[in-house]
């Protein structure tokens, strides 16, 4: 079994400071773990994945994510946000056993202010 | 061009009504989705396929049915659609990494049942 939770439905933040977009998950086999960024009216993009490599993922456009395998927490981070940054942002697990089907979280929406 | 289409981007219709939603792709992947997209409620899946002959249901099938015509085509239907499957829908594909896979969404189509 699997599940995620984003721990924020809305996070606001003020253009040029730190981003935090918190999310949770368990797993009964080895996870791998996904951020995905959805622009108003667009699809969603892969931002960053990770998958038992490194623990600490860059992404896309200044974004990173930490794997904390103690924790169970892969936290989405950037320095400083930018007003593009304005978006809905979904974490995803899937496991390296079982059926590898994606379990969404419920989304996180960025609200970046001038 | 687009990896992954999806017609209509936009559909009204009443209650009762039989509509298909279609989804194609050109990135060769075995694997096809179907999503819809609530506010709040994150995406959740509705059925799957890993290859023209193996279709799953997701987590919320009822009411809706698939057909995998093709490798590259995957279609959703609504035999008789109710107002509460007004949602913003989405289709997807990934290749077979064992549970390793990124998703490619298409842009998403915007039923609404009057």
């Known amino acids: 079994a699997q599940s995620v939770t984003q721990l924020d439905s809305h996070v606001s933040v003020s253009e040029g400071t730190p981003v935090l977009l918190r999310c949770n998950y368990s797993s009964s086999y080895s996870p791998s773990l996904f951020w995905y960024v959805q622009h108003p009216n667009k699809g969603l993009q892969l931002l960053l994945k990770?998958?038992?490599?490194?623990?600490l993922v860059k992404g896309i456009n200044g974004f990173e994510a930490e794997f904390k395998k103690s924790e169970t927490s892969f936290h989405l981070t950037k320095p400083s946000a930018h007003m593009s940054d304005a978006a809905e942002y979904f974490c995803v697990v899937s496991s390296t056993g079982g059926s590898y089907i994606p379990t969404f979280g419920r989304g996180t929406s960025l609200i970046v202010h001038p | 061009d687009a990896d992954v289409t999806q017609t209509p981007r936009n559909r009204i219709t009443k209650t009762g009504k039989r509509i298909m939603l279609e989804c194609s792709q050109t990135?060769?992947?075995?694997?096809m989705y179907w999503y819809r997209q609530d506010p709040g409620l994150g995406l959740r899946l509705i059925y799957y396929s890993f290859d023209v002959k193996d279709i799953n249901k997701g987590e919320i099938s009822d009411g809706y049915s698939v057909s995998r015509q093709a490798q590259a085509k995957f279609s959703l239907s609504l035999e008789s659609a109710i107002p509460n499957q007004t949602a913003l829908y989405f289709c997807a594909t990934s290749e077979s990494s064992g549970g390793r896979d990124t998703q490619y969404f298409g842009p998403g189509t915007r039923l609404t049942v009057l």
């Open positions: 990770y998958t038992s490599a490194a623990t």
């Open positions: 990135k060769g992947h075995d694997r």
